[in-house]
């Protein structure tokens, strides 16, 4: 029997790994094996939701090992650490520590992407990233340390106007502009929960972005659009702000005034993991993505595919596929149709990106575009925008768990999120 590995569990790699044990493990036509760092899933845009306390990871997760049993598939904890072509095997490291080769006769990259401080000194030692669900929490547990601390200050001086939380967000795009967004609601949401001290008005939030707008994937028009709700709710965005160094008190534009922080995070881009880079001698790409062909299989080897983030997939428009999940989606399932197709010697299908448009949660509503057929734009904003962005959320829920399961997580999801919101705001100090 066929040994297919997937290693990373993401927004592409678990839809694939369901969709390959549904048809391919079902009827023992192949033994499909997912590997994955992380022994539970979270669906990566919303991970600033995860961050500000408004997701709740415990009612949102998937487990690994349980989706592998309901649709097929093996599971196995461990982190990918190298690769060995000549002897088909992966080699992980498991939770033991140990290293192990596991060998595969078609093995699916999907590792997925990491933050690129694009070398800038002082940003790892001094920044937050928000690469995933472990990282999210961190983020929130810092912010909930600064708040209580900051509490008690404000309990035992009066407060002045200049006492601030200073939060500065460094890469105007998505997640930079939506955790921007949700902060206001957080301190609010601390605030109810005793600390009646606390409000939005004690926050000081800074987007800051180095070229002339913030959200390049979006029409101009729609950007400064959400520019000016961001700054209706006192989130200042610094634009034209080349950030060249990071230290302990903050920020260090080219040009201007330190941007002084009490908590600093980045935002600024992603690229594919470093060691990526070259992996047992296939191509890669600048920011180490493995560069595929249109059928997503490597240029160097067809017996692996690559999806998602960390694949570099040329589109006829000259430019990559972009590290998005709806381009994780659309690679899922044309890799899991070729992989099917190679096992039956049928031809392969090639990828072709359709962009369905972009759009922007700002806590309490929307903005963006969403686009007809990959071309007609069309702008939606308020409630509806907000129904479509939470929507695609619960499409990819739906297609690793089916609807009527989907239907029962969103009912636990929202039992769960009231007990634990209050839980996490109340049980600090
Ligand atoms: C806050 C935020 C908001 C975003 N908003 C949007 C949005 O609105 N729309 C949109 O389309 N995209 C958005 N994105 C981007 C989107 O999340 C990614 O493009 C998408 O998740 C990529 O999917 P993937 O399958 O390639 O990787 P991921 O979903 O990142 O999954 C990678 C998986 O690989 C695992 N892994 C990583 N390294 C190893 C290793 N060495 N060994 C084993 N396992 C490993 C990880 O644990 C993870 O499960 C957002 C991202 C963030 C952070």
Same mark, same amino acid.
């Given at each position: 029997?066929?040994?297919?590995?997937?290693?990373?569990?993401?927004a592409?790699?678990?839809?694939? +790994?369901?969709?390959l044990?549904?048809k391919?493990?079902?009827?023992?036509?192949?033994?499909?094996t997912?590997? /994955?760092?992380?022994?539970?899933?979270?669906?990566?845009?919303?991970? !600033?939701?995860?961050?500000?306390?408004?997701?709740?990871?415990?009612?949102?997760?998937i487990?690994?090992?349980?989706?592998?049993?309901? !649709?097929? @598939?093996?599971?196995?904890?461990?982190t990918?650490?190298?690769?060995?072509?000549?002897e $088909?095997?992966?080699?992980?490291e498991?939770?033991?520590?140990?290293s192990v080769?596991?060998?595969?006769?078609?093995?699916?990259m999907?590792?997925?992407? &990491?933050?690129?401080? @694009?070398? &800038?000194?002082?940003? $790892?030692e001094?920044?937050i990233?928000?690469?995933d669900?472990?990282?999210?929490?961190?983020?929130?547990?810092?912010?909930?340390? $600064?708040?209580?601390?900051?509490?008690?200050?404000?309990?035992?001086?009066?407060? &002045?106007?200049?006492?601030k939380?200073?939060?500065?967000?460094?890469?105007?795009?998505?997640?930079?502009?939506?955790?921007?967004?949700?902060?206001? !609601?957080?301190?609010?949401?601390?605030?109810?929960c005793?600390?009646?001290?606390m409000c939005s008005?004690?926050?000081? *939030?800074? *987007?800051?972005? +180095?070229?002339?707008?913030?959200?390049p994937?979006?029409?101009? =028009?729609?950007?400064?659009?959400?520019?000016e709700?961001?700054? =209706?709710?006192?989130?200042h965005?610094?634009?034209?702000?080349?950030?060249?160094?990071?230290e302990?008190d903050?920020f260090?534009?080219?040009?201007?005034?330190?941007?002084?922080?009490?908590?600093?995070?980045?935002?600024?881009?992603v690229?594919?993991?470093d060691?990526l880079? /070259?992996?047992?001698?296939?191509?890669?790409s600048?920011?180490?993505?493995?560069?595929?062909k249109?059928?997503?299989?490597?240029?160097?080897? /067809?017996?692996?595919? *690559?999806?998602?983030?960390c694949?570099y997939?040329?589109?006829d428009?000259?430019?990559?596929?972009?590290?998005?999940a709806? +381009?994780?989606?659309?690679?899922a =399932?044309?890799?899991?149709?070729?992989?099917?197709?190679?096992?039956?010697?049928?031809?392969?299908k090639? @990828?072709?990106?359709?962009?369905?448009? &972009?759009?922007?949660?700002?806590h309490?509503?929307?903005q963006?575009? *969403?686009?007809i057929?990959g071309?007609?734009?069309?702008?939606?904003?308020?409630?509806?925008?907000?129904?479509?962005?939470?929507?695609?959320?619960?499409?990819?829920q739906?297609?690793?768990?089916?609807?009527?399961?989907?239907?029962?997580?969103? $009912?636990?999801?929202?039992?769960?999120?009231?007990? =634990?919101?209050?839980?996490?705001?109340t049980?600090?100090?």
């Amino acid at each position: 029997m066929k040994k297919i590995i997937i290693i990373g569990g993401g927004a592409g790699g678990l839809e694939l +790994a369901t969709d390959l044990g549904d048809k391919l493990g079902k009827g023992n036509q192949a033994e499909i094996t997912l590997i /994955d760092k992380n022994s539970y899933h979270l669906w990566k845009p919303l991970l !600033h939701e995860v961050a500000t306390g408004i997701l709740n990871e415990q009612a949102d997760r998937i487990d690994y090992a349980k989706q592998g049993q309901q !649709h097929n @598939f093996q599971f196995n904890q461990g982190t990918f650490t190298n690769l060995n072509r000549e002897e $088909k095997q992966v080699i992980i490291e498991n939770l033991n520590h140990e290293s192990v080769s596991i060998p595969y006769d078609i093995l699916v990259m999907a590792i997925g992407s &990491t933050s690129n401080d @694009f070398g &800038t000194p002082g940003v $790892k030692e001094h920044c937050i990233f928000l690469d995933d669900q472990n990282a999210a929490i961190r983020l929130r547990e810092t912010l909930i340390a $600064k708040f209580s601390s900051f509490c008690s200050i404000i309990d035992e001086h009066e407060s &002045t106007t200049e006492d601030k939380i200073r939060i500065a967000i460094v890469g105007g795009g998505a997640t930079g502009v939506e955790l921007a967004s949700e902060l206001p !609601h957080m301190v609010e949401t601390f605030g109810a929960c005793g600390r009646n001290k606390m409000c939005s008005d004690l926050l000081d *939030v800074s *987007v800051i972005e +180095a070229t002339d707008r913030i959200l390049p994937a979006l029409p101009e =028009k729609t950007a400064l659009g959400i520019t000016e709700t961001l700054q =209706k709710r006192g989130i200042h965005v610094l634009t034209k702000t080349m950030i060249t160094k990071a230290e302990s008190d903050g920020f260090y534009p080219k040009e201007g005034d330190t941007i002084n922080a009490d908590i600093m995070i980045w935002t600024a881009g992603v690229k594919a993991p470093d060691y990526l880079k /070259d992996i047992a001698g296939l191509e890669s790409s600048r920011s180490n993505q493995l560069v595929v062909k249109p059928t997503l299989q490597t240029t160097r080897d /067809d017996n692996i595919f *690559v999806i998602g983030d960390c694949a570099y997939a040329m589109q006829d428009s000259g430019r990559a596929a972009p590290a998005t999940a709806q +381009a994780a989606h659309q690679m899922a =399932k044309i890799c899991y149709e070729n992989i099917v197709n190679m096992l039956n010697n049928k031809s392969m299908k090639s @990828f072709n990106y359709t962009d369905n448009g &972009t759009i922007i949660s700002l806590h309490d509503t929307a903005q963006g575009v *969403v686009k007809i057929a990959g071309k007609r734009e069309m702008n939606v904003k308020g409630f509806f925008a907000l129904t479509i962005h939470r929507l695609l959320y619960r499409m990819h829920q739906a297609s690793l768990l089916g609807i009527f399961k989907t239907i029962r997580f969103v $009912k636990a999801s929202k039992e769960m999120y009231k007990n =634990k919101f209050a839980s996490i705001f109340t049980h600090q100090d």
